[in-house]
């Protein structure tokens, strides 16, 4: 069990703006994005240095970029990003949290193969394989990731790297990634997940899973499906790795459910539409065959429809 404490009382009461949660203006480009004071780091491999020690000069410039674009990715790097999705809203308090996809392990762990493009990435192409899938740079104003050497990715390594200080290199930390829950016996009910949905979700994510925008550079609360959310290519996509990240960080400030709500959950979120899978050339069936041999209902028909077509933003 992880020990989240969050100043949720005024969110609960309504989802009134929580102060408390890092906002960075839009403003200075080095500002240092407030600490994420609610959040309490629960015991773990590592506690990541706090924003505010973030150093004085070229380099703690960089890293300041870096921590103002995780925090505020749509905001901060709007060139390459096709949704409203920041960096921080998967990897909890700013990337520093146990369990919840810490920047501070996965640091140390590239160069690594990874199966989903066959060869060995560098953080660099790591960083870029989030930005077409988790913010589906796809529908972006450039269209693409950020191109290797781009600032966007050097200041994003710098936060990275200052984030892993005094981390071993090639260790697998405990905390790494979003532990996954074991899949229940009977497997997961979509029927189910609307359920735990309507009842613990809808709250803050809205009812459409539409999220919460309070003003036009500030979105409250991260939708979780539609044109605004991640792609069918992004790891979230897959029901046991959201059932990993629901089960250690949702319901925000009272992560209680059982293994089989999260799993429940992870599926009625993941059976919704979002953006096309952008590895998609051929047909869906193909592109099933070839990139999707996972647990994820990607290619399943659900309500009629073919679950993987794609929504895209209004022109
Ligand atoms: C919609 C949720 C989501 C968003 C937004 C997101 N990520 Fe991730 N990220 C994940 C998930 C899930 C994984 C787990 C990897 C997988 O299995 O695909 C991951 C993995 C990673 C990893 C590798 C972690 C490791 O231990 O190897 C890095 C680094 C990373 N993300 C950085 C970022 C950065 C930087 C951004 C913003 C530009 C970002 N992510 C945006 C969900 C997200
Ligand atoms: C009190 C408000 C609140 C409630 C209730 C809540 N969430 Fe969240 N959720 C958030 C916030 C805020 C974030 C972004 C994290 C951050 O910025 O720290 C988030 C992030 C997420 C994400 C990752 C971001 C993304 O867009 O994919 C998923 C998935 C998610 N929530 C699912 C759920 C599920 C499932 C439930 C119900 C079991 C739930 N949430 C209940 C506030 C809430």
Redesign the pocket.
């Known amino acids: 069990m992880k020990v989240i404490m969050l100043v949720l009382l005024g969110m609960l009461a309504g989802c009134t703006p929580d102060k408390s949660a890092p906002t960075p203006s839009s403003s200075a480009s080095t500002e240092t994005p407030a600490d994420p004071v609610a959040v309490a780091q629960p015991v773990s491999g590592h506690i990541a240095p706090k924003l505010s020690e973030i150093p004085e000069g070229p380099f703690g410039d960089s890293v300041r970029r870096g921590a103002a674009i ?1 925090f505020d ?1 749509p905001g901060k ?1 709007a060139n390459f990003v096709g949704n409203s ?3 921080s ?3 909890m308090g700013g990337g520093r949290v146990a369990d919840s ?1 810490p ?1 501070w ?2 640091w140390g ?1 590239y160069p690594a193969y990874r199966k989903k493009n066959n060869h060995v990435n560098t ?1 660099e192409e ?2 870029q394989g ?2 077409t899938f ?2 589906n740079a796809p529908a972006s104003a450039s269209g693409a990731a950020p191109p290797k050497g781009d600032p966007v990715l050097v200041d ?1 390594q710098a936060y ?1 790297f200052w984030l892993a200080k005094d981390v071993p290199i090639g260790k697998e930390m405990p905390g ?3 532990p996954t829950p074991k899949k229940p016996a009977t497997g997961y009910s979509v029927e189910r997940g609307k359920v735990v949905f309507d009842a613990q979700c809808a709250l803050c994510h809205g009812a459409e899973g539409q999220g919460l925008r309070t003003s036009a550079d500030h979105q409250q609360f991260p939708p979780l499906w539609g044109p605004e959310s ?1 792609n069918w290519g ?3 996509h897959r029901v046991n ?1 959201a059932a990993g ?1 629901i089960k250690a960080n949702m319901p925000l400030g009272k992560a209680d459910l059982s293994d089989q709500e999260a799993w429940d959950v992870a599926a009625y979120i993941n059976s919704k539409p979002r953006p096309k899978d952008p590895r998609q050339v051929g047909s869906l069936e193909d592109n099933d065959q070839k990139n999707h041999d996972e647990d994820c209902l990607y290619g399943d028909s659900h309500e009629g429809k073919t679950l993987g077509v794609g929504v895209s933003r209004a022109l």
């Open positions: 995780f990715t790097a999705q920041s960096c809203n998967c990897h996809g920047m392990a996965a762990m953080m790591r960083l989030c930005f988790s913010q994003l990275i790494r990634g979003f991640y992004a790891g979230m790795t990240f």
